[in-house]
């Protein structure tokens, strides 16, 4: 565990032998992970490594068999993805949440609808439609976004990739402490997934720590701090780009080369 006191920080979010079953298949194999503040890490991993389900468990998606889970240094229990919401943690899973028939506006603030000020809000919970077309415009354009400028059109009417803008953007506009992207750009364009990765970079710079999991080794080794990778339910190693090239991190994640540095 070299990396533990890589920054001289203490991660932000942190999981210690994290078992997760499914029947007979072994999704995770005691796992441990760490998060520092302010940085980009990666999950690769080859198919099937538990890149997403080690997501899950530590975003509420999934609860782990056995093994802890701390935020800040404090244990969480997560039994639904609200929970791990209400604590800042704000995921795109790689099966996209978006609601089709609702316009960009309403799935940008799903859950957290805005309401119209006095009782028509607080009492009758109209929601502000307006404000939150404002406010999602505005978001949108903070975050670079070009491709959705009509916050109007519901999301069923949206090319793949923009579907996915507008989920990426909501974890970047709400994620307060920690965001989750699994395989952001996987159906981006070159332009989209450029913007992701604007989007990652903004996030960083704004000191929020990002969980980028990504096939895309250049996309990886561009944006990542460092490189959590999975190998058979298991974490292989955890590298940086500057330690490792991008064939030493293949090579662990086939199992070609063993790195013991995690
Ligand atoms: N809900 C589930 N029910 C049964 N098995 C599951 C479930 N979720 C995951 N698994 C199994 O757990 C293992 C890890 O799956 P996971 O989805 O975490 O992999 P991954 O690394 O995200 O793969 P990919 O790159 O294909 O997205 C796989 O063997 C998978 O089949
Ligand atoms: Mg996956």
């Known amino acids: 565990m070299s990396t533990d006191d890589i920054s001289g920080s203490e991660p932000i979010l942190r999981a210690t032998g994290l078992v997760k079953t ?3 298949v072994v999704g995770l194999d005691g796992v441990g992970f760490e998060l520092y503040p302010g940085e980009v890490l990666a999950v690769i991993g080859d198919n099937g ?14 609860v782990p068999d056995e093994g802890e889970i ?33 316009d960009v506006a309403a799935n940008l603030f799903l859950g957290r609808e805005l309401r119209k000020p006095g009782p028509l809000g607080t009492v009758l919970r109209v ?19 070009s491709t959705l400028q009509d916050v109007t059109v519901p999301v069923e009417n ?25 395989e952001p750009t996987a159906a981006l364009g070159v332009r989209e997934s450029g913007q992701v990765l604007d989007m990652i970079a903004g996030l960083r710079d704004r000191g929020v720590p990002v969980i980028l999991i ?49």
């Open 22 to 24: 499914f029947g007979r």
């Open 49 to 62: 490594a538990g890149k997403s389900t080690l997501i899950k468990c530590l975003t509420g998606a999934e």
């Open 70 to 102: 701390r935020l800040e240094g404090r244990r969480v229990h997560f039994k639904r993805p609200q929970d791990a919401r209400a604590h800042g943690i704000e995921t795109v899973y790689q099966t996209l949440a978006v609601s089709p028939a609702l």
């Open 127 to 145: 929601v502000d439609r307006q404000r939150m077309r404002q406010r999602a415009k505005e978001e949108l354009t903070k975050l670079g976004i």
């Open 158 to 182: 949206l090319s793949g990739g923009q579907r996915q803008a507008v989920a990426v953007a909501r974890a970047a506009a709400f994620g307060s402490k920690v965001v989750v992207l699994d």
């Open 214 to 262: 990504s096939h895309d080794m250049p996309q990886v080794f561009e944006v990542a701090d460092r490189i959590h990778i999975q190998r058979l339910g298991k974490r292989a190693a955890t590298i940086t780009p500057r330690t490792h090239s991008m064939t030493d991190a293949v090579a662990i994640m086939t199992g070609a080369a063993q790195d013991g540095a995690h």
